[in-house]
T-cell receptor, first 114, second 112 residues
Framework: AQSVAQPEDQVNVAEGNPLTVKCTYSVSGNPYLFWYVQYPNRGLQFLLKYITGDNLVKGSYGFEAEFNKSQTSFHLKKPSALVSDSALYFCAVRGMDSNYQLIWGAGTKLIIKP | EAGVAQSPRYKIIEKRQSVAFWCNPISGHATLYWYQQILGQGPKLLIQFQNNGVVDDSQLPKDRFSAERLKGVDSTLKIQPAKLEDSAVYLC??????????FGPGTRLTVT
């Protein structure tokens, strides 16, 4: 079965420290992987994606993610967290059907403390 | 480039009433999705359109929910009659040619 797991409901990081939000997936074939961020009372905002190529992808607001095929992971990272990064983060993978639908993780709440 | 437009942003109705949501995706986005998002959860796909045709509505509660995209541009999602469990945020998204989805701000529905 195709699935996405975000094992942490919440991640707490001090401002200025590096942050990691974890995501693992299970899908047949080559995955298309995405990270989205949701601020309070807002829709989801695309951050970055991996489709092919370099395993380290860079996205908006200084975020990056590393695709690891052997560990079936796509963790989101940022070298130095800002308080404004506090939000809900969703990992998603394209399902292996012809409709390009996304399978979504449950989300991780990121809290950056000053 | 204009973003995805949704209206209304907030709606409060009583159970058994009807409600409609409107969405206009980014120009050129042929694929449109409607999602339901319960607070603190990931989005749940309700229906997917390709231009004016339905691609997948397998998770749409068809006894009460309906959606259309008659001209392949904007779309309307309707609930009739609403139930308490329909309280959620309804998100609309269009898919770009490079696969990422672009979301509107959502409509927060409260059914009392």
């Amino acid at each position: 079965a195709q699935s996405v797991a975000q094992p942490e409901d919440q991640v707490n990081v001090a401002e200025g420290n590096p942050l990691t939000v974890k995501c693992t997936y299970s899908v047949s074939g080559n995955p298309y992987l995405f990270w989205y961020v949701q601020y309070p009372n807002r829709g989801l905002q695309f951050l970055l994606k991996y489709i092919t190529g370099d395993n380290l992808v860079k996205g908006s607001y200084g975020f990056e993610a590393e695709f690891n095929k052997s560990q079936t992971s796509f963790h989101l990272k940022k070298p130095s967290a800002l308080v404004s990064d506090s939000a809900l983060y969703f990992c998603a993978v394209r399902g292996m059907d012809s409709n390009y639908q996304l399978i979504w993780g449950a989300g991780t709440k990121l809290i950056i403390k000053p | 480039e204009a973003g995805v437009a949704q209206s209304p942003r907030y709606k409060i109705i009583e159970k058994r009433q009807s409600v409609a949501f409107w969405c206009n995706p980014i120009s050129g986005h042929a694929t449109l999705y409607w999602y339901q998002q319960i607070l603190g959860q990931g989005p749940k796909l309700l229906i997917q359109f390709q231009n004016n045709g339905v691609v997948d509505d397998s998770q749409l509660p068809k006894d009460r929910f309906s959606a259309e995209r008659l001209k392949g541009v904007d779309s309307t999602l309707k609930i009739q009659p609403a139930k308490l469990e329909d309280s959620a945020v309804y998100l609309c998204a269009g898919r770009s040619s490079s696969y990422e989805q672009y979301f509107g701000p959502g409509t927060r529905l409260t059914v009392t």
